[in-house]
């Protein structure tokens, strides 16, 4: 990616903002958008973050944790979309394909744009993506995925783009969330399922994240299994050996909840997000 579209430095915009491509769209088409943005950056312009949420294996709490990042962000008054680029498993419901978690960071957000642009391959297989997307007889590729990424930071002030599986899940044959997240050249915020053996796991994501030359802006402990021993003791070894700020540790929970778990993440580390209000 060229270097101008990095959002990976914390500076505020200032006299040269940052332009992303706006595809014309007909009247009808228009972006529903709930809220205007209240707070603002430098000179009187919109305030921008982005992040993309990567974790360290399948359901751990990825989607979550990006819903309540854009709980967050929807509280400060910013116009946030949550972006789920690729989602297997979607069944359909009122003529159209849903997704669990694409669904919940839609509802999260409060940007409503089409769904072919928050998730560009809706898979119906729920198998890993590149099985899912060759018996769906889908070819998953990165340039719908930036541009929708594109359309979506052109409508927004926040967006959180959610990865799929842990961070190196293959997408197709040469191409894997790695690359792509190398591609949209994010901060990353790495969601760590604490059970047993999640210190190699979080530590081998974390050399991943910096070997592609990404900025790994922070991590959440969320609680997984609640019999977990010495859960404390796992925290402390991973804060010790991780290069990014821990944003918050999320209790075990049997029902999900982003709300609460926005409760327990303090993300005023993050590259570009949102000073507190007076």
Not at 53 to 77: C, F
Not at 118 to 146: C, K, S
Not at 197 to 205: F, K, V
């Amino acid at each position: 990616m060229n270097d101008e579209l990095s959002l990976n430095d914390p500076i505020a915009p200032t006299a040269d903002p940052l332009i992303v491509p706006v595809v014309e769209t007909e009247p009808d088409d228009a972006p529903e958008l709930e809220a205007a943005p209240m707070i603002q950056a430098v000179g009187s312009l919109p305030w921008r973050f982005s992040c993309f949420v990567t974790g360290t294996d399948t359901e751990i709490g990825k989607t979550m944790i990006s819903a309540a990042i854009l709980h967050q962000l929807v509280a400060k008054g910013l116009r946030a979309c949550g972006m789920k680029p690729v989602a297997a498993g979607a069944a359909m419901r009122d003529g159209e394909l849903h997704n669990d978690d694409a669904d919940l960071l839609r509802a999260a957000g409060n940007v409503h744009l089409p769904v072919n642009l928050t998730t560009p391959f809706m898979l119906r297989t729920p198998a890993a993506p590149h099985i899912a997307a060759a018996i769906d007889g889908v070819t998953i590729a990165p340039v719908p995925i930036i541009a929708a990424y594109a359309e979506i930071a052109a409508a927004s002030d926040a967006v959180v783009v959610e990865g799929v599986g842990g961070f190196r899940v293959p997408l197709t044959d040469d191409f894997d969330t790695a690359d792509l997240a190398a591609q949209l050249n994010l901060p990353v915020v790495l969601v760590v399922g604490m059970r047993l053996g999640c210190i190699s796991h979080a530590l081998l994501t974390v050399e991943a994240i910096i070997a592609r030359n990404l900025v790994l802006a922070g991590w959440v402990a969320n609680q997984i299994d609640p019999d977990m021993q010495y859960a404390d003791e796992n925290v402390a070894a991973l804060a010790a050996r991780i290069p990014a700020p821990l944003l918050g540790r999320v209790p075990f929970m049997d029902q999900p909840d982003h709300v609460r778990a926005a409760s327990c993440i303090d993300l005023a580390a993050l590259p570009g997000w949102p000073p507190a209000g007076d």
